[in-house]
């Protein structure tokens, strides 16, 4: 499926907009309207009703759509199948161009291009359907342009001129692709081949499955092969118009859009290349060569001769012979000389070469030396050559020959230099150069079955591996000198086998001996892989191994994918000879998802039983802080991904999850030593195991700091037993003195105080919020509560495709209340539970590999109830009506408030007046007037202090809620000044 350019968010649209579904052949329509009321509002992000998936707006997605149907239709691959080409050669060699401009003719239409127009059309009727009477009417009147139309006519706009553009530039280039005059009906024998043809292509199309996504492809299939099943579907249907048959549009449940959505992921996997004008020219001219490169040569000299005979009873014999064989040499060397000329200028290409200044000169030197040579034999009549021969070709062909034959030269792909397909480069080098210039690289196998050798050899290097009998460096020599002297070799190889072994030690010793080390590292890293996969217990995948040697120049003188392809061969064979060392191999590599989920887990399983000498696994591998507090719930090992691993500071930088196991694993897969090492490293770092739950509460450094204070609890009954009872103004208060009595924190900066502050009012938000709504306890498991392990909730989304941000940041600021963060999360649909809980919710990446994590079913079994009933008992937020603001300030306090109230109530102990004038005193103050500024002009003030005013004095008095908050803040004082 095609992504749009960014999903349709209502928080963004500022105008009426029209949005559609990405999947290519569905025309859902949608008139997104702006939100009136900033971040609220419904369906944010509008979705399809029938694929649920999000929209995204039509001006943005319709040039995705015609980028797909041009990439189907003119990609390289759109070139008839050289198996059909071959058997047209061979059987009908007189239509062969013919049949390649017909092909060409009905590729288009092979490929899908006639459904565009019907959903071109379908879209614009439902566009204009989606709008009202009034948008229509002055969408229909270009001199009325109101600005808030302005988007509307923009999308309407943007579907006309893409596809006006598009047929403008289909009809230019398909009518470049093919003769006019060459569309002639075929004879019945070519259109017996073709249908003969077809019906056996056809049974080579594998059914590609509903399922398979081109975001996430099936572990079965790579992109390539994928497209390669696509260019089959499309060759069969191009065939069939050419047959005179009806476009079918689904060949195999396949329709045209589904093509056109594969073709835009293959042009983003780099897999398409467009069809270019001089691609068919090359086809036709190699095509009209086969047709006359057997017969033909650069001058038909046999009819110059009938010629020549026709007028030999007219003329003097002798003379006129003369004459017209003076006339046949004159044309033969000025065409010859001609034909030399354009190789010549080919050649020039040479000067882009990226080599050495030397290298260079050598190729220049060498080419014009084989060109000299070549045109000595063509006068010479030892070779013949097609008078429509392409001089590119030539060229190409000799600047290779040069490469291949001089051992010195680095490796240059002519094809990529010269633009000549790789084909022709080869026919030409074998019929014109091979005989001359030998390739000098030395490759393996050196004849047909030497990977039968190749498997003796590694039976050999793998005892010698396992028996430690020979250091891993010295086994190549060790195995040279066996060859040579015919002891300790594996009884697969025959004479003939130990004799051609001998020819390579004597005749490219240094380069055997490379293969031989090459292959000893193979051997040595399928070994170490082997010990490591069998202790987790999982399949082993080859190709992260080919990769990891290749990168090392560990290639057996190969390219990668033949590399790749004899590292599956030397393993599967080890597999059947040492069956027990070897473990089976997984056919189909993990994409880093699942490899996190499963070998992820494996690791993490393996760890928590061999850590410490396996003191978890006395316990049955459970939370011993769970434990501890009498949990059940949150103990049990099918909440394997609620179970962390806890490191002090100095081990911070590293992690434990499964995702960072399994990168773990992807860097040291062929160290067989892995994770003992890992396991030694961990236990230095005093590693411990713990559930999410209780890490977020170890961690939770501020919240361990003040818990008394967060969880209030711990207070004589003389207090208010629930913090929330207190007004917030004296709640900041509060927590401010904490912050600047307590040891950890009193010495902080300003700025690190107020983060501190900000933290600890974020936390009393989540409480009153979670213990409003579903009490004090998790709603799921029933053992985690807010006052004991508050910092271990979190927010779960219901739905993760509608998530549009992070809960936690709605606490980053005192300027949104209880009753706004409700609100705003009410939209996001989700609630609060325990981190634990939380794993399992959003565990259901999990659920599919269940099976292969586990060994014990019944664990598997369990992980998967235990799942079902957190999503089946799951509450979302409800009651959000009920909400109040017991932190949201409706003043913001000084220092003031805390010492004016202290003062009150130390001099009320003395029994004297308390007036303007002995609370300054007491304080220090220079002026009285400070004090009756404070109170008069505070009226929040009233609350905690009686004012009376007698003959012009103030006098002043605590109020109960007064000494109430003097004795909270000193009980504070006093608890954090220990701490």
Known sequence: MIKGESQVSRKVVKEDRIAICPQIGCIHLEKV?????????????????????????????????????????????????????????????????????????????????????????GLTRAYIKSLSRKQKKVLNNEKKSKNQYKMLRSGLKKIADDYTTFLKEFREKSEQLYDQE????????LQIILKTWLKKYLNTIDPIKKENSFEDLSENETLSLLKEKYDKILHSETCVI??????????????????????????????????????????????????????????????????LNKSINKLDKSKESIRYDEKIDKVIKADMLNFRKKVETNLNILSTIKCTKEQKELIKLESQMILDEFFLRLENNEIKISNKTNPKIIAAAIIYTVIIANETLPKISVPELTGVPKYSI???YTKYFKEYYTNKNFNFPPYYGFSRIRNALSFYIFDLICSRKEKVAKIAFTLVNDILENINLPTQLSNKDIDLLHS??????????????????????????SLLHKKIGIRLVVKPIAECLYKKDINLFQSFKQFYYS??????????????????????????????????????????????????????IKCPLCLKEGFKTNTDISRLKALDFHHDQNGKEYKYSSSALYEMYMKNQTNPEFL????????????????????????????NYFRDLISWQGLSNRFPQNIFSLSPELIHTLVKISINIHNKTKNLSIKQKGYIKLSLISLLKRRYIIESIYGDKCHLCGEFNTKDH???????????????????????????????????????????????????????TYLNSLNEIYNDKSIAKKALTDYNICTRNFTLLHNKNSIKNPLKLSKRLSDNFEQFLYAIYELSKLGNSITNISIASYLGLSSRKIVSSFFTRNDYMKLYVKINKTEKVYKYSLTKKGVEAVSLMKYFKDYYKDQ
């Open 33 to 121: 309207k702006p939100l009136k009321f900033g971040i609220l509002g419904f369906r944010k992000y509008p979705k399809c009703s029938e694929h649920k998936i999000p929209l995204i707006f039509v001006e943005e997605f319709i040039g995705n759509l015609f980028e797909a149907v041009n990439t189907c239709i003119f990609d390289i691959s759109s070139l008839s199948p050289e198996t059909l080409i071959d058997l047209i050669k061979t059987s009908a060699s007189d239509e062969l161009i013919k049949f390649i401009n017909g092909w060409m003719y009905c590729n288009p239409i092979g490929r899908g291009a006639q459904v565009i127009s019907q959903y071109v059309d």
């Open 182 to 189: 060459y569309l002639n009906p075929f004879s019945d024998k």
């Open 242 to 307: 050419l047959l005179g048959k009806s476009p079918t549009v689904v060949v195999k449940s396949i329709s045209a859009f589904e093509l056109f959505s594969a073709y835009h992921e293959f042009l983003e996997a780099g897999l398409c290349h467009e069809l270019k004008i001089k691609d068919l020219k090359l086809l036709i001219e190699e095509s009209e060569e086969f047709l006359n490169g057997n017969e033909e040569e650069i001058l038909d000299t046999q009819k110059e001769n009938e010629n």
């Open 426 to 428: 080869s026919k030409y």
């Open 504 to 529: 390579l030690i004597n005749n490219h010793y240094d380069k055997f001996l490379k293969y031989l080390n090459d292959l000893t590292e193979v051997i040595k890293q399928i070994y170490g892989s």
């Open 567 to 620: 590292v599956i061969e030397i393993y599967d064979s080890l597999k059947v000879k040492f069956p027990n060392a070897i473990p089976h191999r997984s056919k189909t590599q993990y994409s880093y998802n699942k490899g996190a989920i499963v070998i992820g887990s494996r690791i993490k399983l393996y760890i928590i039983a061999h850590i410490y000498n396996g003191i978890y696994n006395e316990n049955l």
């Open 676 to 703: 003992e090492n890992l396991i030694k490293f961990m236990e230095s770092k005093k590693v411990v195991l713990v559930c999410a739950s209780h890490h977020d509460i170890i961690s939770g450094k501020y919240f």
């Open 790 to 844: 508050l910092v271990s909730f979190q927010f779960n989304h219901n739905n993760k495709d509608t998530k549009t941000l992070l809960a936690s940041d709605l606490f980053k600021t005192e300027a949104l209340s209880c009753s706004e963060i409700v609100q705003t999360l009410d939209q996001e649909e989700g609630g609060y539970i325990c981190a634990n809980c939380h794993s399992v919710i959003d565990n259901n």
